[in-house]
Every structure is written in C-alpha cells, then in structure tokens.
C-alpha cells in the first residue's frame, strides 16, 4: 500500500488506541521510516487534534534522543505521521513480562530519557506521558524518546486536566501534583521517569493499587520502597538519586537535564575519588647531601653567667656598675682644688706666727 504516493507501508509493527504503526520506505528519498495512521479519528475530534498536537510539538524538536518527525497529512480520510524508524522495540515488554535491566543498563535508560526530556523542556514542551512504551531502545542501546501525542506546553492552561475532566497519562506513572490537579509541569515528567527506572530495576512500577483512587492516593502519601530492600543489587548512589526523582514535591526533584549530566558521568557507581598522586622527589647523587627541604640552622646566642655559689651567711658582693669617664673628672676636680687651698692658707698662717713672735 502506498501512502500519500510516497510511503510504501511493508508491515505493521504496532496497534494502539489511535492507531497503527507501519514499517515503510520512503520512495522519495530512499530510506527507512515509521508511519503512523491514524484511525477513527472522524469520530473523536479530540483524537484528531492530539495526533495534530503530537506532530507539530515533535517536529519542534531536534534531538539523538527523541524520534523525529519528517511529515505529516492527510491520506485517503485518514491522519498519517511520518517519523524515524527505531530499530528495536519499547522498554514496555510483553504483556505479563515487563522488561528487567541491571543497574548499568537502567543508567544508560536514564541518561538518554533524560536528555531527551530535557530538550523537550528547553522548547517548553512537557511530555505529560512517560512510560516505558514510550522509550524506545534500539540494536546499539540508544533510547529514544517518542509519542508526544498529548504533550503541553508549559503555559498551557489546558495541560492539567482534559476537557472532560480526566486526569491525561498512565496513573502507574503519574506524578503527586497531576494527582491532585495541578497543571503538568517539567517536574511533573522526571516522577514519571523515576517510574519507569524503578519498574525497570525492580520488575514492578513504585505504587500499585487495585482501584485508580487508590493508586492516585499512593502517589501523593505513599513513600517508595528502596529497591535494594527488593533484593536488587545496586550502588547506594544510584538509589538515593532515583529516589529523589521520586519526591513528592516537584522542587525536590532534579531537573531532567541535572539527571542526564549526573548518570553520564558515571556518579552512579558509587566510586570514590580517587587521590591525588605524590608528585616523586629526585634521588640525591652518591656522596652529596640534598635534603628535601631547606634546612635553616638556628643561630646560637651566647650563654649568660650564671651566678656562682655564694657561701651560706656571706653577704653578696654588689659589683659597680661601669662609670663614664666625664663623671670621674669631674669628681676627681674639687678635690684637688681644696688641697691647693689648704697649702696656701698653712704657709699665710706660718708667716703671720713668725711675725708675732719677733
């Protein structure tokens, strides 16, 4: 079947309630795509301009880790969309059978989701839909991120509830907030991706209930179980940051961008850091002496006197201290200047007795 006089449908590879998806050649330009017919949709206008929605916000976006769009019309009274071909299948599994990953995997799911959510969001774009069938690995590991048949924009004020007043998205995936009501935001698709790494960690999503009230309750009250209390192995790390995609409150969570850097730089593992290395000193030539470090030989200051033994009842001798030179002389001057004085007054008090007695 030729679709459009371009698109040569060659198998289906998957049904849902919109649709179908066909394997398919594009005759045009020689290559492989996905096309997605849409089916019915004359009589759910509200589907019709979902898949519109789905075509237009996709097309929007240029990113390794979302599917790409490439056209998009109207053939034979039914939508098509023309998208990247994935060669592999959804991280949903079989029915009965969801698909289990080690951590190592789950680390590369989430990496590549994230990065996917996070060009989305730089757009303004939410996805409102995370689910592990809407992330699509192929033959080398890479995640795709696909469907966004009923993303929003950020301002929308449409992207809470939808006009019949039914909460949009997989309640096994839901985020606490959409729960309640409140308008789908970019924190809203990290709980979601949360979801999904915990499913595919542990087999089971975080929160079952046999009733969607139920469920819903679970999302906004309910603490998740840390996998490694399920039996899986993985670092601590990476549990503890899983669970903080899972916080309740959407400003406790990560952006997605902050979640693709944090588990592709491998932070996941739990690694320590590993120390730095001691930078090796040259080795010292045979009969010198090169110390590592200087070595400043204190200078010695001379000994002080120490005081000698006195005997026991002896006073001490007090020694003078030295005199100035100018202080001697001028002590020494009046003494000579009284005896000078003396002389004379002998030899006047001499002449005067000899005068008397003759």
């Not at 759910?44 to 019309?73: I, K, N, W, Y």
């Not at 989701?113 to 939410?126: C, D, E, F």
């Not at 080795?283 to 400043?296: C, E, H, I, M, S």
């Amino acid at each position: 079947m030729l679709v459009a006089d371009r698109y040569q449908l060659q198998a289906c590879v998957g049904r849902g309630g919109m649709g179908e998806v066909w394997r398919a050649t594009d005759e045009v330009l020689g290559r492989d795509v996905a096309v997605k017919l849409m089916l019915g949709h004359e009589h759910d206008p509200s589907a019709a301009e979902r898949f519109r929605m789905e075509a237009q916000t996709a097309a929007r976006l240029s990113h390794p880790h979302v599917v790409g769009v490439f056209d998009f019309g109207t053939w034979d009274g039914k939508l098509y969309l023309v998208m990247e071909l994935v060669s592999g299948d959804s991280l949903a599994g079989d029915r009965g059978r969801p698909v289990v990953l080690g951590a190592e995997q789950v680390a590369t799911v989430a990496a590549h989701a994230a990065a996917g959510l996070a060009a989305a969001h730089r757009q303004g774009v939410v996805h409102r839909d995370i689910k592990p069938g809407n992330l699509l690995m192929d033959a080398d590991g890479t995640v795709k991120l696909a469907d966004f048949g009923i993303a929003r924009f950020v301002d929308d004020p449409s992207a809470g509830l939808t006009t019949t007043g039914q909460i949009v998205g997989t309640g096994l995936y839901l985020a606490p907030e959409r729960a309640l009501g409140q308008p789908a935001s970019p924190a809203s698709d990290v709980y979601s991706l949360g979801c999904v790494l915990y499913q595919l960690l542990t087999g089971q999503p975080p929160f079952r209930a046999d009733t969607a009230t139920a469920l819903l309750y679970q999302h906004i009250d309910t603490p998740p179980t840390p996998p490694r209390q399920l039996g899986v192995p993985m670092p601590a790390a990476f549990e503890a940051y899983l669970l903080s995609l899972l916080a309740k409150q959407p400003e406790q969570r990560p952006s997605a961008q902050a979640i693709a850097d944090w588990f592709a730089s491998g932070s996941w593992r739990d690694q320590p850091m590993p120390l730095p290395q001691a930078v090796p000193q040259p080795a010292p030539q045979a009969g010198a002496y090169a110390p590592r470090t200087p070595v400043t030989a204190p200078v010695a200051s001379p000994p002080r006197p120490q005081p000698q033994p006195q005997p026991r009842g002896s006073r001490r001798a007090v020694q003078p201290a030295a005199e100035n030179p100018l202080a001697a002389i001028s002590r020494r001057r009046p003494r000579r200047t009284a005896a000078v004085a003396g002389a004379v007054a002998f030899v006047v008090f001499l002449l005067i007795g000899m005068a008397w007695l003759s």
